[in-house]
């Protein structure tokens, strides 16, 4: 019994020792690259401030940093936040950097849409969004639907809150207001989320659970979450029950449109107000400018409707909303900046007479100069995508000198 409390002593002993030798022998690193598992456990301590973590690593790396995985596979990935390199990835040198077969599984759900979308494809994409939200329509119908869920929904919530001296969760609300925003705009169907009695959507939900799932699959070793999505359990489980649901109301919104635009055509009505939807359904060559008959086929499918869907949602729904969430919580935490915002609007603006509220243009909000700054400075301190990633095809050097194999991850600020 003295002999094996003496082994388990020594053993212990010896394993203390190892992890101080390591622990000395990174004592200058920033971060500490363990044998087998690499820097894998500082990043697992560190997820709930994951972003606060990573920029306090950039800060000390003086903005790259290669961070190591472990050994059972390729993990290893650049962090980088310089400019020069930022540009050298997606200007100078783009063709050689993509997002990768591992970034389109992860999001796996956004289907075949311009976020996981390289090469032709994202180009062909390109080419179509940025001629559709140029179109004068485009601009007035997002005017149009934002007016009235600001009037009919944003106004009556947060009135009815102040009467009650009720607290509401305004990032739940501003995540409300843009779903139902995104879906008239993209699908021409109001889900009427944003109401006084706050119901709960299955489409927003099933939303709100893939994404959750997409910050999984980044964490997790590739083979474990994939055997729990073949497997059907934990999370995955969620992902393509969330999926399926999703996939439902997406299917649901386009066979609704097609049988309207065919009762239109039949009765020879026009066309109701501009949504993508319909826009990407008419079948006038007209309608799609310049952009080619083998455009107008594609648009047209079931997958390309719903994919895009998805993707405009994750830009116009979550990205604006979290922008939204931080913009006001940092102008409650600084009454300076609230106070010259306010008396900018008081100064520049005229507040409506003909009815309780008032929404101003455009051109108006134009003159609000210091309120531009602060949207600006809001998108600088807390970007609502705060990290991308690309993949490298062959090795390069970057402008910091730091040496790039084949398929690398660069995961930039």
């Known amino acids: 019994m003295g002999m094996e409390m003496l082994e388990a002593i020594l053993g212990f002993l010896a394993i203390v020792t190892f992890i101080l030798w390591v622990w000395w022998w990174n004592a200058n690193e920033i971060l500490v690259n363990w044998p087998v598992v690499g820097m894998l456990p500082q ?22 940093f290669l961070f190591k995985g472990h050994w059972f596979g390729d993990y290893d990935f650049l962090l980088t936040s310089d400019s ?38 994202w180009r062909f994409l390109r080419r179509i969004f940025h001629y559709v939200l140029r179109t004068k329509s485009f601009e007035l119908a997002a005017r149009s639907s934002m007016e009235q869920k600001i009037l009919k929904g944003l106004f009556p919530i947060l009135e009815n809150a102040s009467i009650l001296a009720t607290e509401v969760d305004l990032q739940d609300v501003l995540k409300r207001f843009m779903f139902d925003n995104i879906c008239l705009l993209v699908l021409g169907f109001d889900p009427n989320s944003l109401s006084i009695e706050f119901p709960q959507i299955p489409c927003a939900k099933a939303y709100d659970d893939m994404s959750i799932a997409a910050i999984h699959r980044h964490t997790m070793p590739k083979g474990i979450w994939k055997l729990q999505r073949w497997l059907r359990i934990g999370i995955e489980k969620r992902v393509r029950k969330a999926r399926d649901v999703f996939d439902d109301f997406a299917e649901q919104c386009i066979t609704r449109k097609r ?32 952009l080619g008959e083998g455009v107008i086929i594609r648009t047209k499918s079931n997958k390309f409707l719903r994919d895009t869907a998805f993707n405009l949602m994750a830009a116009g729904r979550d990205a604006i909303a979290a922008e939204l969430d931080w913009f006001f919580w940092l102008v409650g935490t600084h009454p300076s900046v609230e106070k010259k915002t306010l008396e900018e609007m008081e ?16 051109e108006e909000v134009r003159k609000l100069v210091y309120l531009h700054a602060v949207v600006f400075e809001t998108l600088r301190l807390y970007p609502p995508i705060p990290l991308l990633h690309k993949d490298s095809f062959g090795p390069d050097i970057l402008p910091s000198g730091h040496k790039i194999p084949g398929d690398m991850k660069i995961i930039y600020s």
Request: hydrophobic share 30%; charged share 30%; with cysteine.
């Open 347 to 362: 100064a520049n603006l005229r507040p409506g007479t003909d009815s309780k509220w008032k929404i101003f243009n455009v």
């Open 84 to 121: 020069m390199n930022i540009r050298h990835v997606l200007s100078k040198n783009f063709d050689n950097y993509h997002k990768g077969e591992d970034f389109k599984e992860i999001f796996e759900p956004m289907g075949d849409g311009i976020f996981t979308s390289d090469s032709d494809n």
């Open 259 to 290: 049988q309207q635009l065919d009762e239109s055509s039949r009765n020879h009505e026009e066309q109701e107000e501009f949504n993508l939807l319909t826009y990407f359904l008419v079948n006038d060559d007209d309608s799609k400018g310049d």
């Open 43 to 64: 990043l697992s301590w560190n997820m709930s401030r994951l972003h606060d973590f990573l920029t306090c690593i950039l800060q000390q790396s003086q903005g790259t």
